[in-house]
């Protein structure tokens, strides 16, 4: 019962691409976020939605910018890649604002 | 702002042993802490928070707000509690419509539970 699923399991971009990630939730939440996680830094917020159409920088968005066109749907754009972008990027989303709920994530490696 | 800090990134014990994942913040505000687990290949999960006040599979935390803690502890480690563990704290933050709660997570401690 996947609740929160994010397109690619990995993906391999060039530097320089325009890099889609994409989120879909089933759960009729409002709220979704998306963060990368690095080793010993843990998660790190890049944005975050309360409702559809609306958007809020997290701690860490630059080089990034965000899609909000559906409720069930929250789309990360790496406008252009670079190599410090590698990472695993995280999905989630809440009812509330806790209990999150993640999905699988995405390990992307720019080159 | 606010601020989650584990001081360990790696953490082994043996089968049996107890053990303790340390976790403290930083909010002047009124605090609410998780703790979420990683298993290999797993995503992402809640393992407890502390307004429940609840024991899930053997990990109990206690909010501890002189010491500004939310410390982990199972008395007893089992081989299959090998994973990596996130404190969490939901503080409020302001948007552009006003203010919401959201999670700052901590960097994370790596647990190896040894036969």
């Known amino acids: 019962d996947v609740k929160v699923t994010q397109s690619s399991r990995y993906l391999v971009k060039r530097t320089g691409e325009k890099v889609f990630l994409e989120c879909v939730q089933d759960?009729?939440?409002?709220?979704m976020f998306w963060y990368r996680q690095d080793p010993g830094l843990g998660l790190r917020l890049i944005y975050f939605s309360y409702d559809v159409k609306m958007k809020e920088k997290g701690d860490i968005p630059e080089g990034y910018s965000v899609s909000r066109e559906k409720k069930e749907r929250f789309s990360l754009i790496l406008e252009s890649a670079s190599t410090n972008q590698t990472s695993m990027y995280l999905c989630?989303?809440?009812?509330?604002?806790?209990?999150?709920?993640f999905g699988s994530g995405t390990r992307l490696t720019v080159v | 702002a606010q601020r989650v800090t584990q001081p360990e990134k790696l953490l082994s014990v043996f089968k049996g042993a107890p053990v303790e994942l340390k976790c403290n913040y930083s909010?002047?505000?009124?605090?609410?802490l998780f703790w979420y687990v990683q298993y290999s290949r797993q995503r992402l999960q809640l393992l407890l928070r502390?307004?429940s006040r609840e024991s899930i599979k053997g990990f109990t935390a206690d909010l501890n707000k002189g010491e500004t803690s939310f410390h982990l502890k199972k008395p007893f480690a089992q081989e299959e509690d090998s994973a990596m563990y996130y404190c969490?704290?939901?503080?409020?933050?302001?948007?552009?419509?006003?203010?919401?709660?959201?999670?700052?997570f901590g960097s994370g401690t790596q647990l190896t539970v040894l036969p």
């Open positions: 502390h307004i």
């Open positions: 759960m009729d939440h409002e709220n």
């Open positions: 909010y002047s505000g009124s605090p609410e």
């Open positions: 969490a704290l939901s503080a409020s933050r302001q948007i552009s419509s006003g203010s919401a709660r959201q999670l700052t």
């Open positions: 989630a989303s809440s009812l509330a604002n806790y209990g999150y709920t």
